[in-house]
T-cell receptor
Framework: EPEVTQTPSHQVTQMGQEVILRCVPI?????FYWYRQILGQKVEFLVS????????KSEIFDDQFSVERPDGSNFTLKIRSTKLEDSAMYFC????????????FGDGTRLSIL | QKEVEQNSGPLSVPEGAIASLNCTYS??????FFWYRQYSGKSPELIMS????GDKEDGRFTAQLNKASQYVSLLIRDSQPSDSATYLC????????????FGQGTTLQVKP
């Protein structure tokens, strides 16, 4: 069964540095998402992306965050200047039709900001 | 503020028993409802999806949806120690974007 793949599995970065998290969604999916989960807390929606543009974003997704689909397969999340509070698990998800299908999640990237 | 509420638990049941997990949501416009299982340090894994009122069964799992009461539940029959995990309720409030709002999760412990 096709899977959403994320790289790297663990990223350690100094505070203030830029970080790019990568995702390869399932190939025929059209809608892409990033979520994050701070340790011990709930999974939180960050952003949804469709037709090469952001379709919805949360309050968390401020100017420090950006997403991009640079080619036909990758979907990236960039954090421009990382803060300690950005330390979390980041999950990518994708779906073909959000009205009647569940989202499938990648294994996640654990981001640790030092 | 759209909310999804779950009892964080832990819910402890003996092996072979039925585990009942509950979730309420705040917005009547909600369209799709999902149960995910999450082991510690892992990503959410889809267990069940439900889109209309009533029951939906898949193996040992039954999801129940009551839109009038804004309530969705998950029953796990013949619980096994391998079912011990955190169960996340997720609600799709917007059919257009598919954004999911998650509850905080209920930790289930199945004791041998």
């Amino acid at each position: 069964e096709p899977e959403v793949t994320q790289t790297p599995s663990h990223q350690v970065t100094q505070m203030g540095q830029e970080v790019i998290l990568r995702c390869v969604p399932i190939s025929n999916h059209l809608y892409f998402y990033w979520y994050r989960q701070i340790l011990g807390q709930k999974v939180e929606f960050l952003v949804s992306f469709y037709n090469n543009e952001i379709s919805e974003k949360s309050e968390i997704f401020d100017d420090q965050f950006s997403v991009e689909r640079p080619d036909g397969s990758n979907f990236t999340l960039k954090i421009r200047s990382t803060k300690l509070e950005d330390s979390a698990m980041y999950f990518c998800a994708s779906i073909r039709d959000p009205s009647n299908q569940p989202q499938h999640f990648g294994d996640g990237t654990r981001l640790s900001i030092l | 503020q759209k909310e999804v509420e779950q009892n964080s638990g832990p819910l402890s049941v003996p092996e072979g028993a039925i585990a009942s997990l509950n979730c309420t949501y705040s917005d009547r416009g909600s369209q799709s409802f999902f149960w995910y299982r999450q082991y510690s340090g892992k990503s959410p894994e889809l267990i069940m999806s439900i889109y209309s009122n009533g029951d939906k069964e898949d193996g040992r799992f039954t999801a129940q949806l009551n839109k009038a009461s804004q309530y969705v539940s998950l029953l796990i029959r013949d619980s096994q120690p391998s079912d011990s995990a955190t169960y996340l309720c997720a609600v799709n409030y917007s059919g257009n974007t598919g954004k999911l709002i998650f509850g905080q999760g209920t930790t289930l412990q199945v004791k041998p």
